[in-house]
């Protein structure tokens, strides 16, 4: 018994407060093998790049909770714009009803996104808002009669969430249950003549059965924070035209910034037919996600016809906290410079990471936007290295064979030397 997580402690449980130890014993953690995982930390505030446990220590945030928190945590613009939202309309259903800061929002994103992407559905989640694009792609086909196009084309490495057919599409994560869900084709990126060939080879073959192909544009994040250069999404974009099939880029992780565009897509000059975003829309304050179509997506729906109406319309769409707080984040990429942030930030990341290169089980090191990854033969004892991390003051989660920094763009230069410094001292002092 001592051994589950709700049994153990982060540190001395006199310490703990009283709600972690009443509450723990009834929460499952994501991501974890209940019996064995590390107990979390118990946190009482968050400031900038800073979380503060209960007892007194303060890490340093390098991962931006799960790559949200892109202006830092507790921004006051973003406050500020949820303090006045609750006092007025915190939430108000979206059927038949509409507000200001979801129209506002639709508009503004439908202004910021590349090309013609401009109809924006909301939802809560990334994972929603992925099982919305597939919805979609699925339902476009249906309406203009072709019956055919069932199935998605997406890649090895990749990870879209973790809903049922988010998973479907997914290869990072699942495990077995890739196995019981519906029948996608999942082929390696088309980065080499082979890879290329391979793909090419499945649109020639099954394109006319294929209704989307679905990508993380630039990183897989979830899948190994892999990077794939611009020129591989415009190879899938325009074997997608050739093959008259829709295309779907994730921009759950990569968009907002992250990559040193606010989307990723505009470094390879392309325009998904449909785009999926979450994580820092919000900065990481609320949960929500929108799945973003193009006209001619739009198209297929519009219809004096009630079956080629879209039946999804998740209960907390639209969020009107959670819209408020994405307009404040707007107009913080729009008054702060983030872009010039991510840039400092990447080139720091490029200096400080890069001895680590020489560390004997280091095989690479990578840096993309604010993404800074140190990929290693292998981790035997994650848990070790996480609770080794927190020790030296940093807030840093590894995971596969990964040491990853994605902090927020605001992050001050001492605290991304003080994370930087932590992984490669840490990663020289054995082999994890
Ligand atoms: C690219 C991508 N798509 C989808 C998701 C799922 O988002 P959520 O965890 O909000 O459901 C994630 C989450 O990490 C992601 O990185």
Redesign the pocket.
Known sequence: MSSRASDRRPGDPARNPDWYERGLAHVWLPYAQMKTAAPPLPVVATEGSRIVLADGRVLIDGIAS??TACHGYNHPHIRAAVERQLATLPHVMFGGLAHEPALNLASRLAGLLPGDLDRVFFSE??????EVALKMALQYWINRGIRTRRRFVAFTG??????AG?MAV?HAMHGELRAVLPGNDRVALPQDEASRAAFDRLLTQRGDEIAAIVV?PLV???GGMRFHPPDVLRHIRAAADRHGILLIC?????GFGRTGTLFACEQAGVVPDIM?L??ALTGGTL?L?ATVARPNVFAAFWSDDPAHALMHGPTYMANALGCAAANASLDLFAQEPRLAQVRAISAALARGLAECRDLPSVTDVRVKGAIGAVELERIADLDALRRRFIAAGVFIRPFGSVVYLTPAFTIRDEELSCLMRAVCEVLSERAW
């Open positions: 799960w790559w989640s990334g994972s929603v808002a992925v990749g990870y879209h969430g973790d809903t988010a997914s993380e897989q994040g979830a994730d921009e759950i992780f990569t999926t979450s994580k949960p996600a």
